[in-house]
């Protein structure tokens, strides 16, 4: 008795404070540092981005904001603002930015789930039920003391060497320059998540870095491994990325996980055993329950009448 009322006693301890805790963030204000509520988007909010927005708030936003002007949000403490009300766009461009990518007790973080791109988008989306906003763009931002109307990514694979070369440049009227001191990440991409290959490194006096890939990286059955690389100065150049496939891995002839009818799959691709064992483990446990459940009727109709014997 007293270890069931002390896992009561627990239980109800968590459950007050997880709603003091949601009762705490509704009261305090949400402070947004200085240089994040001043952030501007350098891209224009064009229809091509509202589109794209809209598709992403649906995906990510809804289940909790609902429909935006049809004040159907769900129910939470803190209430999640309907995006056309005046409490959600009275937030600055940068707040929203903040608010979406770091999130807040129930409000989850999106900076590791959607890019930079994508959360701009979704603010233009979100604007566009605001009739009063008028969009200020981000100062394209100097490097160096120049300013650079596109900065890419080149990858390429040094013959006969495991190692990957990522090639930074600035171009400005058709004219291109090697950036220097600007970290570089490479990814390969998996499909549990993405597996970053060897460190961050800053690109040298001529915009290069030199990743060294790990001798036991599998690829496909002809070796191919896919890749990605992109710059972390995004508060520089915004989201600048590239991807490649290139022949370094091991060769392996397992089947990647998104291959049909790959262990740990969505159902269309599970293994024909594996579904047929899920299916009979699920159908035996439901007939256990009607047996005890059979059995339970079959008892209680025994006591009835022996009540009525006696």
């Not at 947004?32 to 229809?47: G, H």
């Not at 060497?161 to 990522?166: E, I, P, R």
């Given at each position: 008795?007293d270890?069931?009322?002390?896992?009561?006693?627990?239980?109800?301890?968590?459950?007050?404070?997880g709603?003091?805790?949601?009762?705490?963030?509704?009261?305090?204000?949400?402070?947004v540092?200085?240089?994040?509520?001043?952030?501007?988007s350098?891209?224009?909010?064009?229809?091509?981005?509202?589109?794209?927005?809209?598709?992403?708030?649906?995906?990510?936003?809804k289940?909790c904001?609902?429909?935006?002007?049809?004040?159907?949000?769900?129910?939470?403490v803190?209430?999640?603002?309907?995006?056309?009300?005046?409490?959600?766009?009275?937030n600055?461009?940068?707040?929203?930015?903040?608010?979406?990518?770091?999130?807040?007790?129930?409000?989850p973080s999106?900076?590791?789930?959607?890019?930079s791109a994508?959360i701009?988008?979704?603010?233009a989306?979100?604007?566009?039920?605001?009739?009063?906003?008028?969009q200020?763009i981000?100062?394209?931002?100097?490097?160096?003391?120049?300013v650079?109307?596109k900065?890419s990514?080149?990858?390429?694979?040094e013959?006969?060497k495991?190692?990957?070369?990522?090639?930074?440049?600035?171009?400005?009227?058709g004219?291109?320059?090697?950036?220097?001191?600007?970290?570089?990440?490479?990814?390969?991409?998996?499909?549990?998540?993405?597996?970053?290959?060897?460190?961050p490194?800053d690109?040298?006096?001529?915009?290069?870095?030199?990743?060294?890939?790990?001798n036991?990286?599998?690829?496909?059955?002809?070796?191919?491994?896919?890749?990605f690389?992109?710059l972390?100065?995004?508060?520089?150049?915004?989201?600048?990325?590239t991807?490649?496939?290139?022949?370094?891995?091991?060769?392996?002839?397992?089947?990647?996980?998104?291959?049909?009818?790959?262990?740990?799959?969505?159902v269309?691709?599970t293994?024909?055993?594996?579904?047929?064992?899920?299916?009979?483990?699920?159908?035996?446990?439901?007939?256990?329950i009607?047996?005890?459940?059979?059995?339970?009727?079959?008892?209680?109709?025994?006591?009835?009448?022996?009540?009525?014997?006696?």
């Amino acid at each position: 008795m007293d270890r069931k009322a002390s896992m009561i006693s627990r239980f109800i301890l968590i459950a007050f404070l997880g709603l003091s805790s949601a009762t705490l963030c509704a009261q305090t204000p949400w402070e947004v540092p200085a240089d994040r509520n001043i952030k501007l988007s350098q891209t224009e909010f064009a229809d091509q981005n509202r589109n794209t927005g809209k598709d992403l708030y649906m995906t990510n936003c809804k289940s909790c904001h609902g429909e935006p002007g049809k004040n159907n949000a769900i129910r939470l403490v803190p209430q999640p603002p309907d995006p056309a009300t005046v409490q959600l766009q009275q937030n600055s461009d940068g707040a929203l930015q903040f608010k979406i990518s770091e999130g807040r007790g129930p409000m989850p973080s999106f900076k590791n789930i959607l890019s930079s791109a994508d959360i701009w988008n979704i603010i233009a989306f979100v604007r566009s039920y605001n009739k009063d906003y008028k969009q200020q763009i981000a100062v394209r931002p100097t490097f160096g003391g120049e300013v650079f109307d596109k900065v890419s990514i080149q990858l390429s694979q040094e013959q006969g060497k495991t190692s990957v070369v990522a090639m930074v440049t600035g171009e400005r009227g058709g004219l291109k320059k090697p950036l220097a001191g600007l970290e570089v990440k490479l990814f390969v991409r998996c499909y549990f998540g993405n597996l970053i290959v060897d460190k961050p490194i800053d690109t040298d006096a001529n915009g290069k870095v030199n990743f060294n890939v790990p001798n036991n990286l599998p690829g496909d059955p002809t070796g191919k491994v896919a890749l990605f690389a992109q710059l972390s100065n995004e508060e520089l150049f915004g989201l600048v990325k590239t991807e490649a496939v290139m022949t370094i891995g091991i060769p392996t002839s397992k089947p990647p996980l998104n291959e049909p009818r790959a262990l740990w799959n969505v159902v269309q691709k599970t293994p024909l055993w594996l579904l047929f064992t899920y299916i009979i483990c699920v159908l035996a446990v439901w007939g256990l329950i009607f047996v005890v459940l059979f059995k339970l009727k079959t008892i209680f109709e025994l006591g009835k009448a022996v009540r009525v014997d006696d």
